[in-house]
T-cell receptor, first 112, second 115 residues
Framework: GEDVEQSLFLSVREGDSSVINCTYT??????LYWYKQEPGAGLQLLTY?????DMKQDQRLTVLLNKKDKHLSLRIADTQTGDSAIYFC????????????FGSGTKLNVKP | DGGITQSPKYLFRKEGQNVTLSCEQN?????MYWYRQDPGQGLRLIYY???????QKGDIAEGYSVSREKKESFPLTVTSAQKNPTAFYLC?????FGTGVNEQFFGPGTRLTVL
C-alpha cells in the first residue's frame, strides 16, 4: 500500500519558522493535505495543495510540493506557542478518491 | 451548526465485551470513515463508507464491524476479537464523490480503554 512518512518531532523557538516535512511513494496523488491535531481532539484541515502545483501560500503557511522527489513540506512563519500540536500530512489518490493515506504525524513543540 | 459528533468522549469496557462507538454528521456528506490512532503511529483506516448501505474494509478491519443504514450515522463496533482495542478512535466525513478537494471533517474522538 501507499507509504507516507514524517519525522516524529520538531522543536522551535517562538518567532522562528518551522518546517515540517513529508515524503510519499505513490505518484498518482491528486491532492495533498496538512492537518493539525491539538491534544485530545480531532484533526482540522490547515491547507491543501493540488498535485499539479508546486507552491501554495496561505497567510503564515507555505506549502511546497516537489513531485519529482515526492516531497511535501509545510512552513509556518513566526511560529507561536499556539502552533504547538501534531501535524499530519495526507494524500488522496487518483484511483481511490475517498481513501486517504496519512503520515504518522510530527509533534511540533514551540518554546517561549 | 453543522458538524460531526462522536460519543462518548471516554469509554471504559471490560475485556471480552463488545462496545459500539457512535458517529453522527449533519453535513450531508456521502462518505464517512473510522480511524484508529495510537501514539507514534498516526491514523490507520479501519472502515469507510462511500454511500448508504455500503462500506469497505480499511487497513486494520479485523475485530471491528460497522453499519451504514442512514446517511448521518456510521457506528463502529469493537468486538471481543480485536486483540488490542485500547486506542483513540476518530470518525470523519467528506463530500465523497467528485474530483475536487475531498476535505475530511473530523469528530472530537472517543478514547476507549479496555480494562
Amino acid at each position: 500500500g501507499e507509504d507516507v512518512e514524517q519525522s516524529l518531532f520538531l522543536s522551535v523557538r517562538e518567532g522562528d519558522s518551522s518546517v515540517i516535512n513529508c515524503t510519499y511513494t505513490d505518484s498518482s496523488s491528486t491532492y495533498l493535505y496538512w492537518y493539525k491535531q491539538e491534544p485530545g481532539a480531532g484533526l482540522q484541515l490547515l491547507t491543501y495543495i493540488f498535485s499539479n502545483m508546486d507552491m501554495k501560500q496561505d497567510q503564515r503557511l507555505t506549502v511546497l510540493l516537489n513531485k519529482k522527489d515526492k516531497h511535501l513540506s509545510l512552513r509556518i512563519a513566526d511560529t507561536q506557542t499556539g502552533d504547538s500540536a501534531i501535524y499530519f500530512c495526507a494524500e488522496s489518490l487518483l484511483y481511490n478518491f475517498n481513501k486517504f493515506y496519512f503520515g504518522s504525524g510530527t509533534k511540533l513543540n514551540v518554546k517561549p | 451548526d453543522g458538524g460531526i459528533t462522536q460519543s462518548p468522549k471516554y469509554l471504559f469496557r471490560k475485556e471480552g465485551q463488545n462496545v459500539t462507538l457512535s458517529c453522527e454528521q449533519n453535513l450531508n456528506h456521502d462518505a464517512m470513515y473510522w480511524y484508529r490512532q495510537d501514539p507514534g503511529q498516526g491514523l490507520r483506516l479501519i472502515y469507510y463508507s462511500q454511500i448508504v448501505n455500503d462500506f469497505q474494509k480499511g487497513d486494520i478491519a479485523e475485530g471491528y464491524s460497522v453499519s451504514r443504514e442512514k446517511k448521518e450515522s456510521f457506528p463502529l463496533t469493537v468486538t471481543s476479537a480485536q486483540k488490542n482495542p485500547t486506542a483513540f478512535y476518530l470518525c470523519a466525513s467528506s463530500i465523497g464523490f467528485g474530483t475536487g478537494v475531498n476535505e475530511q471533517f473530523f469528530g472530537p474522538g472517543t478514547r476507549l480503554t479496555v480494562l
